[in-house]
């Protein structure tokens, strides 16, 4: 099964339908986010949207988005590691004044806005979380967090909100659960090159198709490389 892994759950990944190549690749300033502690970053929601995006009707709260950035940004061992898995792309995660780098926040935005097409396509297919999925990716979220190194992923997993693991484990068991419909290979079967290939065309299709909007605060949705540009 294809590991819904790698930095920050594959975050420049196909497990979480975003491929390095197409990841945000510069820095524009700090944004709509906010001052940070020594290592810390939090986002100023008193500039953040409304609603940070919009996937065929489905919304995406600046809110929710804000969370998700808070959650992790709470820990700067965590930054750190991300860091290193985001250079090849020219992404950082923190902005030199503090806060958070734009380019790491359309990242994450267009991250979200994945999850939402795989949530929709559950909803369609009429499909639950499928319990093998879910173990799967339970137990793999450690290793997936710190870019293979296990230990390290606890220590992380460990640190961030309680309410935040929950949403890394319900979005992973999802996409495992997605990918195992797509390809007819179980979440049990370990990997298989199958799983990255029907999800990749399935995601390419997707994105391809769907009404997607981004608030200008955030960037701009480019149907052409299918990313959130600024």
């Not at 309410?163 to 049990?188: F, H, I, K, M, P």
Request: net charge neutral; glycine share 10%; proline share 5%.
């Amino acid at each position: 099964m294809l590991a819904a892994g790698g930095a920050y759950v594959a975050l420049t990944g196909h497990g979480s339908g975003v491929p390095a190549s197409s990841a945000s690749t510069s820095s524009d300033g700090r944004g709509p986010t906010a001052t940070a502690g020594p290592g810390v970053a939090r986002v100023d929601r008193t500039r953040f949207p409304l609603v940070a995006a919009s996937v065929n009707g489905a919304v995406l709260s600046g809110a929710a988005l804000a969370d998700e950035l808070d959650a992790v940004g709470s820990v700067p061992a965590y930054l750190s590691v991300l860091d290193s898995q985001l250079a090849d792309n020219g992404t950082t995660t923190r902005a030199a004044g503090g806060g958070f780098d734009a380019g790491f926040v359309r990242t994450v935005l267009r991250r979200r806005i994945v999850f939402l097409l795989v949530e929709a396509e559950l909803t369609s297919r009429k499909l639950a979380v499928d319990p093998a999925c879910e173990a799967s990716a339970t137990a793999q979220l450690p290793t997936d967090l710190a870019g293979g190194d296990t230990p390290e992923g606890r220590t992380f997993l460990a640190a961030l909100p309680t309410a935040y693991r929950a949403d890394l484990l319900r979005w992973n068991a999802e996409l495992r659960t997605l990918q195992q419909s797509l390809s007819g290979v179980r979440c049990t079967a370990g990997n298989d090159p199958a799983v990255g290939r029907t999800y990749a065309a399935w995601l390419d299709g997707r994105l391809a198709s769907a009404r997607i909007t981004v608030d200008p605060a955030l960037g701009h949705w480019d149907p052409a490389t299918a990313t959130v540009r600024a």
